[in-house]
């Protein structure tokens, strides 16, 4: 069978954030997105998918990811404080990645784990190639900072002043802001047998201060440590009366230097340096043996704050003898010492994009637009009768869920809702429409994940609301994080009980609905209601695997089938058939999926993947992958949609999911994955998230055979960026000017 011609519509160019045309993305009114200009490359030579040189370590392509968001702090057509930002995110990342995966690799160093990953590296080796790697990243990220960053700021009238760049005035004002608001809750420790080395917390910012001299006991033990109070800003802005430029800061890290000789009062201070140690911050809690998984919670939450170090970085002119001492301290090696030129926590200038009020360098505002059959709705479960809401979060808002579920906890003939909160952050407009229908008499069950990584106490909080209004709360299957984004809400109605249902590939949490790309479908669907039914009673309660008609579900049934439409793909091609996957994930990580796709691409299937973070997988070996590309878009929204495409010999079919090809994501959460039945909804899908971020050369990065990304290439043609084509046509983002 031939692919089927595909028309286009004529859509309107739009402009980057520079200022540069951008040529719009045809918009294909059939469903397949169009097979990339490659020929298949059928019949492969024979060599084992097993070679470990296939695979790409996850540890360094995850690092690989945060090369590419510096990237963008970097990107003169990015707004000044927006690559500002993006430094920050960057630095960020770091330190989530040394808090939870470097610090599993040392552990596994710790318990001899002798394991080879699927790539080959023994914990060892990986830990020393993503040393080596994590330097570099570093080395750039200061870089960027003080020779890109700082001077273009400082050119917009944005200074951070040093403690030897301040003038007469602002001396005085800084020494007045020490005396009055930071030396009253400093605690400095001198270090004797009375004083051991402090616990320091994780990230903390701590001064380690060389001394001369006895003090007024007759004390010289040479070494202080000073560990700065968190309650103080580590940023603060210099009032304008003694300001030369617009917006001028200074750290509280150059105050506390400056004055270092006021703490040690007649002592002689050799030398002064900021140092954080980052620590292991991975929870663990024996979920068998636990009898109430809150409470084992509530009592780890406390030793985030203390485990075992994993990282320090100092500045980098301290001296080799107090960093040996340091690493001692800390039990480290040279391997985990960063020496820094700036800030140890480049984190803390994140606060100059909210204290200076300059538009003009930050992204043009963009509001999320209501679909117009929404907006006109006073009954969105009149609406949802007749027809399923597809929404393209950020670029369509995800009020009209909010808005239904606080319909759902007023109306008299709603009987009970069931919905799982992974994350959902403070003061979630979500939470009180729970809170409000418990009130209200309706049944409401919650399945909160406790353990969504870095929320744990704010999601052990929900939990403890929701029960003191009488919401029944679950915690979801020991051994498995509850992952799936599920929304069920049950009515009475002349014909009896009917379900609605939300399904996403996004948390319920408003904050980042703005931020991050994903789908929302809203529906009455019978079989996805009782799909979604079925999958609560299964997280509630007890008993066997209830079989689900439309849904796929990890752990049971959501890898089997994605490997079964691989090699159905594959056998579509063996036959003559055109044959195509095309997949959009955060990361991609998981051997038998991997290898499955190695199968595919020698049996002459066109295979593209859209993966934001991680992925194991090397595009483009003879052989092996050569009809696999393999690309990510980093841009002013995070990517976080996943979803999977299959030709299917014509029948296209198309999943959104809450999961990532990735073992945990398969086999150790519960997710779900829904099918696009509807034509205009399926090539919707297919469109806006998968035509477009193929087509995009503004934003787009491109995976090789050797694991190195680069930026993809416009070509002749104008530059395309899929997000900006996106807040166009579906926020009503103004159009440029001629």
């Not at 784990?113 to 330097?135: F, K, M, N, W, Y």
């Amino acid at each position: 069978m031939a692919p089927r011609a595909r028309s286009l519509r004529a859509v309107p160019t739009v402009d980057d954030p520079a200022g540069e045309d951008v040529a719009a993305v045809p918009e294909p009114e059939t469903t397949a997105p169009p097979p990339a200009p490659r020929p298949p490359r059928i019949g492969a030579a024979a060599r084992s998918l097993d070679d470990p040189s296939l695979f790409i370590n996850r540890e360094l392509s995850q690092l690989e990811f945060n090369f590419r968001v510096l990237a963008q702090a970097e990107d003169p057509r990015v707004p000044l404080l927006e690559r500002l930002r993006y430094l920050t995110i960057a630095s960020t990342n770091l330190d989530e990645f040394y808090e939870i995966r470097v610090a599993g690799l040392r552990e596994q160093l710790a318990y001899n784990v002798t394991g080879i990953g699927p790539e080959g590296l023994s914990p060892q080796d990986a830990l020393a190639r993503v040393s080596e790697r994590a330097h570099e990243l570093v080395e750039q990220q200061y870089r960027v900072l003080n020779d890109q960053l700082l001077p273009a700021l400082a050119a917009e009238g944005i200074r951070i002043r040093k403690r030897g760049e301040l003038s007469p005035e602002q001396r005085a004002w800084v020494e007045d802001h020490f005396e009055q608001h930071v030396l009253p809750v400093l605690t400095p420790m001198g270090l004797d047998p009375a004083h051991p080395f402090p616990r320091i917390l994780n990230k903390a910012l701590t001064f380690v201060v060389s001394l001369d001299g006895p003090d007024a006991f007759g004390r010289d033990s040479g070494i202080a440590v000073l560990q700065v109070p968190r309650c103080l800003p580590r940023l603060i802005a210099l009032p304008r009366e003694v300001s030369e430029s617009s917006h001028e800061f200074v750290l509280l890290s150059s105050i506390i230097h400056a004055h270092i000789g006021d703490i040690f009062p007649g002592m002689r201070v050799l030398g002064c340096h900021q140092f954080r140690v980052t620590r292991d911050s991975d929870l663990w809690v024996d979920e068998e043996e636990a009898h109430d998984l809150l409470s084992a919670l509530k009592g780890e939450l406390p030793n985030r704050k203390w485990g075992e170090a994993v990282r320090i970085e100092v500045d980098d002119k301290c001296k080799a003898r107090i960093t040996k001492f340091l690493l001692q301290k800390f039990n480290l090696t040279r391997q985990a010492l960063f020496r820094v030129n700036g800030p140890v926590n480049l984190h803390r200038l994140d606060a100059i994009y909210d204290l200076v009020d300059r538009p003009d360098l930050k992204f043009p505002p963009f509001s999320p637009a209501v679909p117009p059959e929404v907006a006109r709705a006073d009954d969105l479960f009149e609406l949802l009768r007749r027809n399923d809401v597809l929404l393209h979060h950020p670029y369509q808002s995800f009020m009209p869920v909010v808005d239904l579920l606080h319909q759902a906890a007023v109306d008299k003939d709603v009987l009970a809702i069931k919905m799982t909160l992974y994350r959902t952050g403070a003061d979630s407009p979500l939470v009180e429409a729970l809170l409000q229908a418990a009130r209200n008499g309706k049944e409401v069950t919650a399945v909160v994940e406790l353990r969504a990584r870095f929320d744990e106490e704010r999601n052990i909080h929900l939990a403890t609301r929701l029960q003191e209004v009488g919401a029944t709360v679950a915690y979801g299957i020991v051994g498995h994080k509850t992952h799936a984004k599920l929304l069920l809400i049950v009515r009475r109605e002349g014909n009896g009980l009917r379900r609605y249902v939300h399904l996403g590939t996004g948390n319920y949490h408003i904050r980042t609905t703005r931020q991050y790309t994903d789908f929302s479908l809203l529906t009455a669907g019978r079989r996805l209601g009782e799909d979604v039914h079925n999958l609560f009673m299964q997280l509630t309660g007890p008993g066997k695997v209830r079989p689900l008609r439309k849904l796929l579900q990890s752990p049971f049934t959501l890898h089997e089938r994605v490997l079964e439409l691989i090699d159905e793909e594959i056998q579509h091609a063996q036959a003559g058939t055109p044959a195509r996957i095309v997949a959009k994930m955060n990361a991609l990580a998981e051997p038998k999926v991997i290898q499955a796709l190695y199968r595919a691409s020698q049996a002459g299937v066109q295979i593209d993947l859209i993966v934001r973070g991680v992925c194991c997988l090397r595009p483009g070996i003879p052989g092996v992958s050569e009809n696999i590309t393999v690309r990510s878009i980093v841009g002013r929204y995070l990517e976080h949609s996943r979803i999977f495409y299959f030709r299917a010999g014509g029948a296209d079919l198309v999943f959104c999911s809450s999961a990532d090809w990735m073992a945990r994501n398969f086999f150790r959460r519960t997710e779900s994955a829904f099918p696009l039945d509807s034509t205009p909804l399926r090539n919707r899908v297919v469109g806006e998230g998968l035509t477009a971020c193929l087509a995009d050369t503004l934003q787009a990065w491109t995976l090789n055979a050797e694991g190195h990304w680069s930026r993809a290439e416009a070509g002749r043609e104008k530059p395309v960026s899929a997000q900006q084509l996106l807040m166009q046509r579906l926020g009503g983002a103004p159009m440029p000017e001629d």
